[in-house]
């Protein structure tokens, strides 16, 4: 099992910028492809960013692209997600998630590929 407690979140205006952490826990951390994705109400949960184990590899949604970085530290067991340049239209609930396939086997951007998922953390994007 792995255990994924997400921080960071909170109220901004538009143009404002967040860091969002996921602290992982249970088995090793390294062996986990992790994603991001986020949900707004009465939206489908939607792909924002994913990293590879070693951190060598990213991918990310169309409508974050330029303004969100994910990244990694493998010795903190931590997943990041900065955000720059906020919208309103950022606003959701910030989930992040976790999967022991490999980057090859697996389409980033799937929910249906995570076995994990954190309780999420919620960004407001005030205009």
């Known amino acids: 099992q792995v255990q994924l407690v997400e921080s960071g979140g909170g109220s901004v205006q538009a143009g404002g910028s967040l860091r969002l952490s996921c602290a992982a826990s249970?088995?090793?951390?390294?062996?986990?492809?992790m994603g991001w994705f986020r949900q707004a109400p009465g939206k489908e949960r939607e792909f924002v960013a994913a990293?590879?184990?070693?951190?060598?590899?990213?991918y990310y949604g169309d409508s974050v692209k330029g303004r969100f970085t994910i990244s990694r530290d493998n010795v903190k067991n931590t997943v990041y997600l900065q955000m720059n340049s906020l919208k309103p239209e950022d606003t959701a609930v910030y989930h992040c998630?976790?999967?022991?396939?490999?980057?090859?086997?697996?389409?980033?951007?799937?929910?249906?590929?995570?076995?994990?998922w954190g309780q999420g953390t919620q960004v407001t994007v005030s205009s």
């Open positions: 249970g088995r090793t951390f390294t062996n986990y492809v």
């Open positions: 998630a976790a999967t022991s396939r490999g980057w090859s086997s697996m389409r980033p951007e799937g929910l249906h590929y995570y076995d994990y």
């Open positions: 990293i590879s184990w070693s951190g060598a590899r990213t």
